[in-house]
């Protein structure tokens, strides 16, 4: 149950109240407060809180964001593959192929609003195998008896000094027992840190001949 005050400009949430809520495309910030959650504002860019929660609808139509668009496109190819895409994918795995296919391309700030860069909690996911990267981008720690396979590395160096060895090390693994690096595909947030583990822990990089080019370009 949500109570608003309007003059106030505040949001209070019950505790058992789970889940994620979006209100209007602009980030909210939620404080405890009493065992509950006071909404106090909107977030700015540099991580502090507005107490005016109605600043961010104060900019007009005309600066509202548009859709992505792109200078080469060919409607009807997309419109080709699209159709393929939703074939492949069915009734199961028709939300995330919207979601990479059309909304991920198209509306870049609304994916952005979920798949935002921040920390984890570094977790087993089963067996041997560990969750070790961030918010926005994931990465992998299997640990086997010859030493530990790491599968992608966050965007770039800082990430990986700062979020995936101190996440490997929350897990009680040693990131100089990394022998081998997996590179899934050639995009940076997944080879960024990949020269930083090679250099500093004597890791070996294994990856597909486009993924090693890009990686080392």
């Known amino acids: 149950m949500c ?5 106030a400009g505040a949001l209070h949430v019950d505790d058992d109240l789970d889940g994620l809520v979006f209100f209007g495309g602009f980030g909210l910030a939620l404080h405890f407060v009493d065992g509950a959650q ?3 504002g909107d977030v700015g860019e540099d991580g502090g809180t507005a107490r005016d929660p109605t600043a961010a609808m104060a900019k007009t139509a ?3 964001p548009a859709p992505q668009t792109y200078p080469n496109e060919n409607h009807e190819i997309i419109a080709q593959h699209l159709s393929q895409a939703r074939k492949l994918a069915g009734s199961d795995l028709f939300q995330d192929m919207a979601h990479r296919c059309i909304i991920s391309p198209r509306f870049p700030l609304r994916v952005e609003g979920i798949q935002y860069p921040g920390k984890i909690i570094p977790t087993k996911l089963f067996d041997n195998l560990y969750s070790i990267g961030q918010n926005q981008v994931s990465s992998q720690a299997l640990v086997t008896s010859a030493g530990i396979i790491v599968f992608d590395t966050l965007n770039n160096e800082d ?3 700062n ?5 490997m090390i929350k ?3 040693n990131p100089g027992d990394i022998k081998y690096i997996v590179i899934s595909h050639e995009h940076p947030d997944h080879y960024g840190g990949a020269r930083y583990l090679q250099k500093t822990y004597g890791a070996r990089v294994i990856a597909s001949v486009n993924d ?3 990686s080392l370009s």
């Open 3 to 7: 109570v608003v005050d309007g003059s």
């Open 38 to 40: 006071e909404l106090v």
């Open 62 to 64: 005309a600066h509202y």
């Open 159 to 161: 990430e990986a000094r």
């Open 163 to 167: 979020l995936l060895v101190p996440n």
């Open 171 to 173: 897990l009680g693994l």
């Open 212 to 214: 090693s080019t890009a």
